[in-house]
């Protein structure tokens, strides 16, 4: 069985990353017994400027993209039944509001070292998209963590600290350099690009593919 890396680039303020990941384990059960996959995730910040009390998301995403406030509402209630199919919770996502993620980001990767970054990833998208939390607060995040049983005393220490700052910096600098400008991103073996949330099939037939190609045992 041969291994493949996929390296995730990502922002929890994202829903195309939460649906993308979404896709990407019904890719993965598909070719359980064909693929042993390895998943890694970095940071992205869509709103790196972010203030901490934000701004509703509708009006945020009509100003950004020069559209209506009703055409953005289509869009994101299109997400919505989107997600709804995958078993993911956007139920509040209209209600949310524009946060800053870097302290979440960093929570990521702390979690990392505990083999439960996918669990936090999914804990923060819940939250924010699920029930529209505030991903900047410290609380929220700390919630988070607990809900996934990792210590909350120790979530709270790291997010008083600079304590993985420089990691989610570097991964944000070395993937921009990349040129990755959108996600969510897919780095397949450290090699193949894949952009966007691609349909399951679609991503099961690109791993094949790339799987085919490489001498890997």
């Known amino acids: 069985m041969k291994n493949m ?17 979404a ?3 019904k890719a993965m059960k598909t070719l359980s017994n064909e693929l042993k996959f ?3 995730w970095h940071a992205f910040e869509l709103n790196p400027d972010s203030a901490s009390d934000g701004e509703p998301i509708l009006q945020a995403l009509s ?3 020069g559209r209506s406030a009703a055409e953005m509402e289509a869009a994101q209630r299109n997400m919505m039944d989107i997600a709804e199919e995958l078993g993911l919770n956007f139920s ?9 993620t870097f302290d979440a980001h960093r929570l ?20 924010y998209f699920g029930r529209a939390e505030n991903i900047s ?5 700390i919630g988070c963590a607990e809900n996934i049983g990792l210590d909350g005393a120790q979530a709270r220490a790291i997010l008083k ?31 193949h690009l894949i952009s966007g949330a691609q349909e399951p099939d679609t991503l099961v037939n690109a791993f094949r593919e790339i799987a085919a190609q490489s001498p890997q045992a």
């Open 161 to 191: 600290s600079d304590a993985y700052a420089e990691a989610v910096r570097a991964d944000e600098a070395r993937y921009q350099q990349a040129g990755v400008s959108a996600v969510p991103a897919f780095i397949i073996n450290q090699r």
């Open 38 to 40: 390895e998943v890694q």
């Open 137 to 141: 607060d410290a609380e929220v995040l």
């Open 92 to 100: 509040m996502m209209q209600e949310r509001y524009t946060h800053n």
């Open 23 to 25: 896709r990407l384990e």
């Open 63 to 65: 100003r950004k993209y």
């Open 108 to 127: 990521v990767k702390w979690a990392g070292e505990q083999d439960r970054q996918t669990d936090m990833k999914m804990a923060f998208f819940e939250a």
């Open 5 to 21: 890396q996929i390296d995730i680039v990502s922002d929890i303020a994202c829903p195309w990353c939460a649906i993308g990941y």
